[in-house]
């Protein structure tokens, strides 16, 4: 595991984009496994500006989400294809019909989820996977709990994520209750993971998922067992492995 450290968000941003972009030019027909979320907005910010630059090109890049809502449609604002689109898609050359991610709209959740494994062994595996991490050390939508789950599933949000989401839908009726997510072994099979984290509202789960005991009450902890981690931080989510003075 290699920990880069960044000064703030725009530093570990650009450093994130980096090895992101070394990962395109190294192969251009790379599947990438994107995350959602506020951490890789900057990120993917960069590389648009890069692509704009011509310095990168999408055009055989196949993409596959970790995540998304149960119920929502592409059109959606809130749903994880919206966010793609909307914050990377729609502005690079990428083929969108290589763009994956799990079917909101497909209700029968055993179908979602074994089209959605389906997908990522057609397209080869995962050359490159994006995470970011949860506070309390989730990845992808796979919550602390009794066990790893594995593969594609559907999960059940907690009360507490689906009041936190309210505030972007009309009443309580339309939030999202579950979400289509990759499991743990879908995330641990890519061949490179990337974790970006920022603040020190991450400081913790990242202190207890690189340095703390492998269990699924921290989700992230299983990424110690993966070979090939890269994890880039800014200063505030890396405030408690600073402390311990373990980097
Ligand atoms: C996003 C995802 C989540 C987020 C995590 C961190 O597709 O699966 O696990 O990566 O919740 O979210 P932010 O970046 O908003 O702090």
């Given amino acids: 595991m290699i920990i880069y450290s960044g000064k703030d968000y725009n530093d570990i941003s650009r450093k994130a984009a980096n090895i992101m972009s070394a990962q395109i030019i190294m192969k251009p027909r790379a599947v990438l496994g994107l995350a959602t979320g506020s951490t ?86 995962i050359d490159m996977q994006l995470l970011g991490i949860g506070g309390n050390g989730h990845i992808g939508f796979n919550e602390p709990g009794e066990a790893f789950e594995t593969e594609t599933h559907c999960v059940d949000l907690t009360e507490s994520t689906i009041q936190a989401n309210s505030r972007f839908f009309n009443n309580l009726d339309e939030v999202p209750k579950q979400a289509y997510t990759m499991g743990i072994k879908n995330i641990m099979s890519a061949k490179k993971i990337l974790l970006i984290a920022s603040g020190e509202s991450k400081a913790e789960a990242l202190y207890r998922s690189l340095y703390g005991p492998v269990t699924p009450n921290v989700p992230a902890s299983i990424l110690q067992l993966h070979p090939d981690v890269t994890v880039v931080a800014d200063e505030g989510a890396l405030k408690v492995i600073r402390e311990k003075e373990l980097i």
């Fill in 40 to 125: 890789p907005v900057g990120m993917y910010r960069q590389l648009i500006e890069w692509y704009r630059k011509g310095d990168l090109d999408f055009s055989q890049i196949t993409t596959v989400n970790l995540d998304e809502y149960k119920g929502l449609s592409g059109e959606n604002e809130q749903s994880y294809r919206y966010f793609m689109n909307n914050n990377l898609f729609d502005h690079v050359n990428i083929d969108k019909s290589r763009t994956f991610v799990p079917n909101g709209l497909e209700k029968d959740s055993r179908k979602a989820c074994s089209d959605y494994n389906q997908i990522i062994h057609t397209v080869g595996g």
